[in-house]
């Protein structure tokens, strides 16, 4: 049985299928049978893992096994204690409303890459950093969250799913390495 964690890029699709115009998880892994657990949208980058066995891969991504995961997300403006905890409370998105989650107003993480290409920088709006840990994860969530307490994302890297985390595993955008499974 294979776990493979992989730091998935910016634009880079969570799918081994080719697509016309963005590259895919082809273009970094040549492993063969492995599938990937859960996805991440292109335009977030981060922890993806990928297993050759079908019930750790649902056991990872299935939303019944509420698998947490953590995502720093860069926001604009500076989050105020209100924000905060109205991110951590259920909050009704329009089509569902969130699980409570661990939220955490952090610093820029010393270990985080450069994105390519930057964000957009805005001289008058200032940006700040979350640390938002969620054991659901519907289609586009943390981005609808933030937005949806005035603090839009400007960009998304998955930290950590479960045990496993780029901050314990650092690999650089497009790496990747076999873990043994905890």
Not at 85 to 110: K, M, S, Y
Not at 111 to 130: D, H, N
Request: charged share 20%.
């Amino acid at each position: 049985m294979k776990l493979i964690l992989f730091n998935k890029p910016y634009q880079v699709m969570s799918q081994f299928s080719a697509h016309e115009s963005r590259q895919t998880l082809a273009d970094y892994l040549t492993i063969p049978g492995i599938y990937p657990a859960g996805r991440l949208d292109a335009d977030s980058e981060g922890l993806l893992l990928l297993t050759d066995d079908g019930k750790l891969q649902h056991k990872i991504s299935h939303p019944d096994h509420k698998e947490a995961k953590t995502y720093l997300v860069q926001v604009e403006g500076y989050p105020q204690q209100e924000q905060l905890q109205r991110l951590r409370a259920p909050l009704n998105l329009g089509d569902f409303i969130t699980q409570p989650c661990q939220v955490q107003h952090i610093l820029a993480p010393e270990w985080l890459w450069a994105r390519t290409p930057p964000i957009r920088e805005r001289a008058q709006i200032p940006t700040s950093w979350l640390a938002i840990t969620l054991k659901e994860g519907k289609n586009r969530q943390v981005r609808r969250m933030t937005g949806a307490v005035g603090l839009p994302t400007l960009r998304l890297i998955r930290s950590a799913i479960g045990p496993y985390s780029l901050s314990t595993h650092p690999l650089l955008p497009g790496e990747w390495v076999e873990v043994k499974i905890e």
